[in-house]
């Protein structure tokens, strides 16, 4: 088997959300952070036949980068054989009940607010959040306008950005902390719902994110 560019960059990517991977047959892959409040999930070209832990994923990552051409053979015998010519690497796995993963899918309740997030637009609030450093994302609904604000909820003399990203006649506060976008940036369609919780759909991959509002999010 070889990993597709793609795979690797979704990997890379969960990798930022949890250090731990758990790969169950098939072409999806999930995985859930240690806080239990971002979930992921990716569908992938690669279809796998059995299912493996990997403890330490940025480390498993880094050695099929060792490859030009990276060649994986899964054997069953509790270890994958990464190989290309006259190198190769067994990689053990890791036994699953030191792997934090998903224990099930989630289920959106309702959308209360729907938008359409824009690659540009994430790009710059992101970028807003860390030249400013500011911990808090809200998202808020003023009964037209949606806009994204970098801020710190803590300080009422925080420095802050924003940015439109659209139209709604709710009014609503979600909070995020800014440490918990971990998305691809990419362009999304966003539902986030009364019961705080937000649905991230990637509109250009097959990824999506479920993203916990903090305590204090007002509808």
């Not at 860390?130 to 003399?157: E, H, Q, R």
């Not at 990419?186 to 993203?211: C, E, G, L, M």
């Amino acid at each position: 088997m070889n990993l597709s560019n793609d795979t690797i960059s979704v990997l890379k990517n969960f990798s930022d959300i949890n250090q731990n991977l758990l790969i169950k047959p098939g072409n999806k892959v999930q995985t859930i952070s240690t806080m239990k409040n971002i979930l992921a999930e990716a569908e992938v070209s690669e279809n796998f036949e059995s299912e493996f832990g990997i403890y330490d994923l940025p480390e498993f990552l880094r050695s099929v980068e060792l490859f030009e051409k990276p060649e994986l053979a899964f054997n069953g015998s509790g270890h994958v054989k990464i190989s290309q010519a006259s190198q190769s690497i067994k990689y053990f796995f890791a036994d699953k009940s030191v792997i934090v993963s998903p224990s099930k899918g989630i289920n959106m309740p309702d959308k209360h607010v729907t938008f359409t997030l824009k690659k540009d637009d994430f790009t710059k609030i992101l970028k807003g959040a860390t030249t400013l450093n500011l911990p808090d994302i809200a998202v808020i609904g003023n009964g037209s306008t949606v806009k994204m604000v970098a801020t710190d909820k803590k300080n009422k003399s925080s420095n802050e950005y924003s940015i439109d990203v659209g139209k709604s006649d709710k009014k609503f506060t979600a909070y995020y902390r800014t440490e918990n976008f971990k998305q691809i940036v990419d362009d999304y369609d966003v539902a986030i719902s009364k019961a705080k919780i937000s649905h991230f759909v990637n509109r250009n991959k097959a990824v999506q994110y479920w993203i916990a509002l903090e305590p204090d999010s007002e509808f």
